[in-house]
């Protein structure tokens, strides 16, 4: 039975952005926490850095962590790799229940702990002064702990961000449209924005402990000789960071409050980023959560929102965006609901591409299920199958299959393929 993957790649070093806007995005990154706690001196290891992950419930992943790391090492010049040994490492990776994850994190889907070890010193010690990101001079070690009992696609993004993030930007910001250090989650792999910002981190003109302004006085150079895409680009106006558009977006997020409460929250979501000069993707991020929320009560009005948040994308961050393919399998979607399937498989084949450039596999199946109901419905019951085989496949490799129900019903079409072929 064949079965699908993404390849190992490496995409291009640079971005065309001002080097001056690029350099405040460091600054806020790498001196400044999610809490709002700003942190006195830069961090990151002034060592080379090797990584274990043990855990047996980890090991379909080992391809996945090689790629991420042979990414760093390329794109981003850090001395980084896998070692077997335990006590060699600098950053252990450890398999964490999801629901013991929530006890402690009710919100986070994987973390991040310094100076830490493993989960079982963790929780042993818990009652003990914890060290704080703001209270090291240097990074020495880390623990990362993920869930292996969430999907596969969830699992790879969090190994994307969790390592990245544990070399040292320790922040994430809503304004930044092409990072997977932003809680909105669209990015589910490290951009390459991430890898220069771990690259500018890593030069030599850089060690740990250096103070914020010690940064700033040499940041404009050394983005300039790393970043020659962006020297000498003007800044262009964005609006801040807003802590009310954090909160309001994380509470809509939240499955554990009220869908009254989660509705209220996407709108004043949506209120407060459409008041931001300029308008920029958070609008659209908030319209696609308000669309969600709004789909079972008000049909109409979601259609408006994912139209709206569809055109938003388009027009600022351009068809091949990976958030205009979020919006677009929703309009995909209501095409086929309202029977224009042509239209569904247009919207479909436009942005499987940028599904698959981003590496999410359960926005491709996503797409690729919408394309094979609408051909279904134009009697295209030949080419239906084949889009539903490959729809089943990518599912299989970002959800899971647990119980073998995706397995059996792709063994079926592929059988029955092959049948139809003799």
């Known amino acids: 039975m064949s079965s699908v993957r993404f390849g190992t790649v490496t995409l291009p070093r640079g971005v065309a952005r001002s080097n001056l806007d690029l350099g405040q995005d460091f600054l806020d990154l790498t001196f400044q926490l999610e809490s709002g706690e700003t942190l006195p001196a830069i961090l990151r290891y002034e060592t080379p850095v090797r990584v274990y992950m043990g855990s047996p419930a980890l090991a379909p992943y080992a391809p996945d962590l090689a790629a991420v ?8 010049g850090i001395d980084i790799a896998e070692t077997d040994d335990p006590d ?7 398999a964490v229940p999801a629901a013991e994850i929530a006890r402690v994190f009710p919100t ?21 002064p914890r060290v704080r990101w703001s209270e090291q001079k240097t990074l020495r070690r880390a623990a990362i702990f993920l869930p292996p009992d969430t999907t596969p696609q969830d699992l790879r993004d969090c190994l994307n961000e969790e390592v990245t993030q544990a070399l040292g930007p320790a922040n994430d910001l809503y304004r930044l449209p092409d990072s997977i250090w932003n809680d909105d989650n669209f990015h589910g792999m490290a951009t390459p924005f991430d890898m220069l910002m771990l690259r500018t981190l890593y030069q030599p003109e850089f060690r740990s402990g250096m103070s914020r302004s010690e940064v700033a006085s040499r940041l404009e150079k050394v983005l300039d000789r790393v970043n020659p895409k962006g020297r000498g680009l003007p800044r262009t106006d964005r609006a801040p960071e807003s802590k009310a558009f954090a909160t309001a977006l994380e509470t809509a997020l939240d499955r554990g409050v009220s869908r009254e409460r989660r509705l209220g929250a996407a709108k004043m979501a949506a209120q407060i980023a459409a008041e931001m000069r300029p308008v920029d993707h958070r609008f659209g991020v908030a319209l696609l959560t308000l669309g969600r929320l709004s789909l079972r009560q008000d049909p109409a009005a979601a259609v408006q929102h994912f139209t709206e948040a569809y055109n938003l994308f388009e027009r600022r961050l351009g068809p091949k965006d990976v958030r205009t393919a979020q919006a677009g399998v929703h309009l995909a979607a209501l095409a086929l609901g309202t029977a224009q399937y042509d239209l569904a498989i247009r919207l479909a084949d436009r942005h499987v591409p940028m599904a698959a450039k981003a590496q999410n596999a359960i926005l491709i199946a996503g797409l690729l299920s919408v394309k094979a109901e609408a051909q279904v419905a134009l009697g295209k019951a030949d080419a239906a199958r084949q889009t539903r085989l490959d729809s089943l496949q990518w599912a299989r490799y970002g959800f899971g299959d647990t119980d073998g129900a995706l397995a059996r019903e792709q063994a079926q079409l592929a059988a029955l393929q092959r049948l139809e072929q003799k």
């Open 108 to 128: 986070a889907a994987c973390f991040i702990v310094p100076e830490e070890r493993n989960w079982a010193d963790f929780m042993r010690d818990r009652d003990r």
């Open 69 to 76: 790391l042979g990414r760093i090492r390329v794109e981003a």
């Open 88 to 94: 060699a490492a600098q950053i252990r990776i450890e």
